[in-house]
């Protein structure tokens, strides 16, 4: 079962650990390339603050965002922001959705995400906490996946594997970390690929950011995963 409230603090503290680590950066830093495509740090930064007034929303009931065009609107305009506004915008609305997220509610309640998606809402606080510790690696400050909690990597492993379960275009796989645990994922039919690699890079495959040269798949190729 979720333990929003440990979540919750998680976030606090993964929260923290980049705001820290941003105030190290100056106004030129923040106009440089982000390790995702196409962003500087400031659309990373500035992402980040506005996915923490959308779950703002989703928590209340409202739309996560007016429309996918808004969202990318947002993250264009607040990107080119000096490194002070941008850290105190992260900082208020992080601060807002803590407030939001521990006023007494239903955690048991459906809500609903981006394209219709829904989710029970005590794993919203998980969601949150994806997106600080993946964005935080992608900022390219030295925070790596290797650095990231062992129990969030597990977990995360854990709701990347259940994502791309049952999806058409991924061959059905078996992931196995030598740091222990073992998943599922892709499709049902089949023999399933074994793919191993130790928990970080296994994650940095599922999620995007890295290409998988880490991990072992006994001389098969590895499947290049659709874009999450």
Same mark, same amino acid.
């Given at each position: 079962?979720? #333990?929003?409230?440990? #979540?919750?603090?998680?976030? $606090?503290?993964?929260?923290?650990?980049?705001?820290?680590?941003?105030?190290?950066?100056?106004?030129?830093?923040?106009?440089?390339?982000?390790?995702? &495509?196409?962003?500087? @740090?400031?659309?990373?930064?500035?992402?980040?603050?506005?996915?923490?007034?959308?779950?703002?929303?989703?928590?209340?009931?409202?739309?996560?965002?007016?429309?996918? %065009?808004?969202? =990318?609107? =947002?993250?264009?305009?607040?990107?080119?922001?000096?490194?002070?506004?941008?850290? #105190?915008? !992260? $900082?208020?609305?992080?601060?807002?959705?803590?407030?939001?997220?521990?006023?007494?509610? =239903?955690?048991? @309640?459906?809500?609903?995400?981006?394209?219709?998606?829904?989710?029970?809402?005590?794993?919203?606080?998980?969601?949150?906490?994806?997106?600080? %510790?993946?964005?935080?690696? #992608?900022?390219?400050?030295?925070?790596? !996946?290797?650095?990231?909690?062992?129990?969030?990597?597990? $977990?995360?492993?854990?709701?990347?594997?259940? $994502?791309?379960?049952?999806?058409?275009?991924?061959?059905?796989? @078996?992931?196995?970390?030598?740091?222990?645990?073992?998943?599922?994922?892709?499709?049902?039919?089949?023999?399933?690929?074994?793919?191993?690699?130790?928990? &970080?890079?296994?994650?940095?495959?599922?999620?995007?950011?890295?290409?998988?040269?880490?991990?072992?798949?006994?001389?098969?190729?590895? &499947?290049?995963?659709?874009?999450?």
């Amino acid at each position: 079962m979720t #333990d929003h409230v440990h #979540d919750l603090n998680a976030v $606090r503290e993964a929260t923290d650990r980049l705001l820290t680590a941003a105030g190290t950066l100056d106004n030129a830093a923040v106009a440089q390339a982000s390790r995702l &495509p196409g962003w500087t @740090r400031g659309h990373v930064l500035a992402h980040l603050a506005r996915n923490a007034d959308a779950l703002v929303n989703v928590l209340e009931g409202r739309p996560m965002y007016a429309s996918a %065009e808004a969202r =990318d609107a =947002d993250i264009d305009n607040g990107a080119p922001r000096e490194l002070t506004a941008q850290l #105190d915008d !992260l $900082r208020s609305a992080a601060a807002r959705f803590l407030d939001t997220a521990h006023t007494p509610a =239903d955690w048991n @309640r459906t809500v609903t995400l981006r394209n219709g998606v829904t989710d029970a809402a005590a794993n919203i606080p998980f969601r949150r906490l994806i997106e600080v %510790e993946l964005h935080h690696v #992608d900022l390219g400050i030295g925070y790596e !996946l290797e650095d990231l909690p062992a129990g969030f990597t597990t $977990r995360e492993i854990a709701f990347l594997a259940d $994502r791309f379960s049952g999806n058409a275009d991924v061959p059905a796989l @078996r992931l196995v970390s030598t740091d222990g645990g073992t998943w599922t994922s892709g499709r049902a039919e089949g023999e399933p690929l074994t793919v191993t690699g130790t928990a &970080p890079a296994l994650l940095g495959w599922l999620a995007g950011r890295r290409d998988g040269a880490e991990l072992e798949t006994g001389g098969a190729p590895l &499947p290049v995963l659709p874009a999450l």
